[in-house]
């Protein structure tokens, strides 16, 4: 709205002010328009009041971050048995083939 870009400092959050600021910049003669355009003027100032509020309230807090809080960099243990390690993360045990049957199987692919 090129009236709210042009006249902010006249518009605030109470509703009947942004009406007569409205009456003072322009002319508008239907009620329902300038209490449509009244309103919508307040509700846009109240967000933006607390768009801003929400904005600096994070950045307070994230500087506000105690250390007990604050994530620390954690390393890793070393696992030397597989007893420590929990039976649904632990890799489960695949038996070893017998490579000798695998071999003679690509042999005689290779003879073909």
Known sequence: MEILKDQRDMFGVDFAK?????NKISIIRS???KNELAGYITKFIKNELRNEEAKTKDVE????IPEEIAPTQVEPKDVESEEEIPEEIAPTQVEPKNESV???ALAEEVQD
């Open 102 to 104: 695998v071999k003679e």
């Open 61 to 64: 807090s994230e500087e506000e």
């Open 31 to 33: 009620k329902m328009l």
């Open 18 to 22: 942004n009406k007569e600021a409205l």
